[in-house]
């Protein structure tokens, strides 16, 4: 089992940042891979960034690449998403997410632990 806890969110003006915390617990093997999801209102979840913790490369999709950094801290069992330059599309829960394998970690039904979200407000 593998417990995930967001914090972080919160509201700010374009061209604003926040760094969310993905506080995590359980079994290493069962969260192998991590990553940040988010859904606005009316639209799908979707990811954003991804981390392979064996070998602790980052993946991004596109509409945040050079914006968002993903990043863990082993000796905190936290994992961080650190978003700058945001947009007001960028509003969103946002959702931490654990899965011991991915053959896409950009696929939302890999991930077989989630959090239970925190929310982002990006006003213009």
């Known amino acids: 089992q593998v417990q995930l806890v967001e914090s972080g969110g919160d509201s700010v003006q374009a061209g604003g940042s926040l760094r969310l915390s993905c506080a995590y617990s359980?079994?290493?093997?069962?969260?192998?891979?991590m990553g940040w999801f988010r859904q606005a209102p009316g639209k799908e979840r979707e990811a954003v960034a991804a981390?392979?913790?064996?070998?602790?490369?980052?993946y991004y999709v596109d509409s945040v690449k050079g914006r968002f950094t993903i990043s863990q801290d082993n000796a905190k069992n936290t994992l961080y998403l650190q978003m700058n330059s945001l947009k007001p599309e960028d509003t969103a829960m946002y959702y931490c997410?654990?899965?011991?394998?991915?053959?896409?970690?950009?696929?939302?039904?890999?991930?077989?632990?989630w959090g239970q979200g925190t929310q982002v407000t990006v006003s213009s």
């Open positions: 359980g079994y290493t093997i069962e969260r192998r891979y």
């Open positions: 981390f392979d913790t064996s070998s602790g490369s980052p």
């Open positions: 997410a654990a899965a011991p394998r991915a053959d896409n970690m950009f696929n939302a039904n890999f991930y077989r632990y």
